[in-house]
């Protein structure tokens, strides 16, 4: 197997502002594996608040030698010693863990939703991102969202309850927020989930800051909606851990080392009764597409990545019907533009 990569920068369509930053670019890498001329496609992204940097994933993948695997080993070989690399890393084993799937589909000439028995029919509707705006530009954002039948509503400042009454005043479909650890009094937290859901949001993401353990659990057990870790939840090891503090998790791909530790968290969550969001960085639809091929085993989606950038340089899985449906084609199904 021969591991290739380059650099390439996201551009945003619009700026995408959090509680805590706002920014027009995500700077990625993108990697190629080939085996006798079949090529498996990875991506990893990375938004400043990852660890991860362009620098260390060329570092991790310059690193990395892939040359000693050939035909005689299996798929779960390549991928044990992809994780044992590093403790860290998780963008770049994410990279390498979608372009091996992609690979594997492609020698094997299957979907990976179809080798993993998924329904297509099971996918939930993905959420579209609403970021924190003037009321102007979330009203004319709510009603260029009429394709969604779930919106994501970034809160955690001052406007918070603006927005949702904004939002609101152009549309009673379901939302769901994201607070990105903005609020730091669980009363002021609690006060707030509770006006929410009387608002019609159906989950919040990250409502308090991640190391704020106990008042979260607080919360958790008092919220009349589900309360999911984000900047809480990076990997498997985490897990245990997270289900005495929070109703459910966010899986992405970028944080959890790839469709192979994502498969064995969504069975492990399920065991604790965890709710799941498979989400996403802005990505291309490379990415994208590997999440996609799982999303039929998780309660909700949030794979809107790759349409809020304007240089996708791949195309695969498409928005039908509010949902992000893979590709019918071998591997992550996706082709470069
Ligand atoms: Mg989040």
Same mark, same amino acid.
Do not use: H
């Given at each position: 197997?021969?591991?290739? *990569?380059?650099?390439?920068?996201?551009?945003?369509?619009?700026? *995408?502002?959090?509680?805590?930053?706002?920014? /027009?670019?995500?700077?990625? $890498?993108?990697?190629?594996?080939?085996? =006798?001329?079949?090529?498996?496609?990875?991506?990893?992204?990375?938004?400043?608040?990852?660890? =991860?940097?362009?620098?260390?994933?060329?570092? *991790?993948?310059?690193?990395? /030698?892939?040359?000693?695997f050939c035909y005689s080993h299996t798929l779960d070989e390549v991928l044990d010693h992809l994780l044992k690399e590093s403790r860290d890393d998780s963008a770049a084993k994410a990279a390498v863990d979608i372009a091996l799937h992609d690979l594997y589909g492609k020698q094997h000439n299957v979907a990976l939703h179809k080798l993993w028995n998924c329904n297509l029919s099971a996918i939930p509707p993905t959420s579209y991102t609403i970021g924190i705006a003037s009321e102007e530009d979330i009203r004319r954002k709510t009603r260029d969202a009429d394709q969604f039948k779930l919106l994501k509503v970034k809160l955690g400042r001052d406007t918070d309850k603006m927005i949702i009454n904004t939002i609101r005043s152009v549309t009673d479909k379901p939302l769901c927020v994201d607070v990105n650890q903005g609020w730091t009094d669980k009363h002021h937290a609690l006060d707030m989930l509770q006006w929410c859901h009387e608002q019609g949001v159906v989950f919040a993401e990250q409502p308090m800051p991640a190391e704020m353990k106990n008042e979260i659990a607080w919360l958790t057990e008092r919220s009349p909606i589900p309360v999911i870790a984000d900047e809480a939840f990076q990997r498997l090891s985490d897990l245990d851990e997270m289900a005495g503090i929070y109703s459910g998790i966010n899986i992405k791909l970028m944080k959890c080392e790839g469709l192979g530790q994502a498969l064995k968290i969504i069975q492990e969550a399920r065991k604790k009764s965890?709710? $799941?969001?498979?989400?996403c960085m802005t990505e291309t639809s490379c990415a994208i597409s590997a999440a996609s091929q799982i999303s039929s085993l998780v309660d909700w989606t949030d794979l809107d990545g790759a349409l809020l950038i304007s240089n996708d340089c791949f195309d695969g899985a498409k928005l039908s019907d509010g949902r992000i449906v893979p590709p019918d084609r071998p591997g992550i199904g996706v082709l470069p533009i």
């Open positions: 197997m021969k591991l290739t *990569f380059r650099p390439y920068t996201l551009q945003l369509k619009e700026q *995408f502002t959090l509680a805590t930053s706002s920014r /027009n670019t995500t700077p990625a $890498i993108l990697v190629e594996i080939e085996q =006798d001329g079949v090529i498996g496609y990875g991506e990893a992204s990375l938004p400043p608040y990852l660890k =991860d940097t362009q620098e260390s994933v060329s570092r *991790f993948l310059s690193n990395l /030698n892939l040359q000693q965890m709710k $799941i969001l498979l989400g």
